[in-house]
């Protein structure tokens, strides 16, 4: 990733806010409805990763294409790059990938199955990634560290991470994790959706060089703004 980009962020934005509204149409059956969707954090994501000019773009995921896969394809279609997208059955897969085929999608897109660890072990230099930690079930920690991020620059996504402390499930922390292994040195959490902790990866300059995850990170200055600014809120790790 290089410098931030706001006519990629906005297009992304705004594509994938028609997007949504046609997928929640046909998933209710209310298509044709002229009712004003609430930005949610499927924009936020897709305009976060096109906006930061990712080229390589991963979804760890479950079930079929979700609305933040549409969305990490779109920033993908903007970007000229890529969204693989890592399901771990060919069920599931097969689903996502009709439904991206659905809505015009596909030449962005790749798919892959198999198990998370496995999965992600093959990727190279990950430009941005998103990850569910509803998928990982007991190798958390194993795809947070098998998991290639690009060390000139990246960021790392983890999802619905206010579930899964309600739920008395382990603390799905990226930064955590490699925290340990040295190198991160800020996590921001946003009140977006059902949580999102952000990561950022770096590489300072004289840093001795290692897999993605060992690397510095650092606080983006500003998410991304259409109309407001999205206000950044600290985690208390």
Known sequence: MSSWSPMHAMGAYLHTLQLCKEYYNQETNTSGSNKLMEPKLMEYISALAAGNEARLIA???????????????????QTGGRLICLRSDQKT?????KQIENFGLAGATEFAVGHPCDAVGRLRNVDFAVIDPNVLEECMEEVFLAIDMNPRGSIVVVSNVFQSRRLGGRVCSYGRVVKERGGVESVVVLPIGDGLEVTRIRRRVGDVGGNGC??????????????????NVSCGY
């Open 93 to 97: 897969l097969e689903s996502a990938k």
């Open 214 to 231: 060992n690397n510095m990170c650092r606080r983006p200055k500003r998410a991304f703004l259409v109309h407001e600014e999205v206000q």
């Open 59 to 77: 979804d760890i995921g479950s079930g079929g294409a979700s609305p933040i896969t549409l969305g990490l394809a779109v920033a993908a279609q």
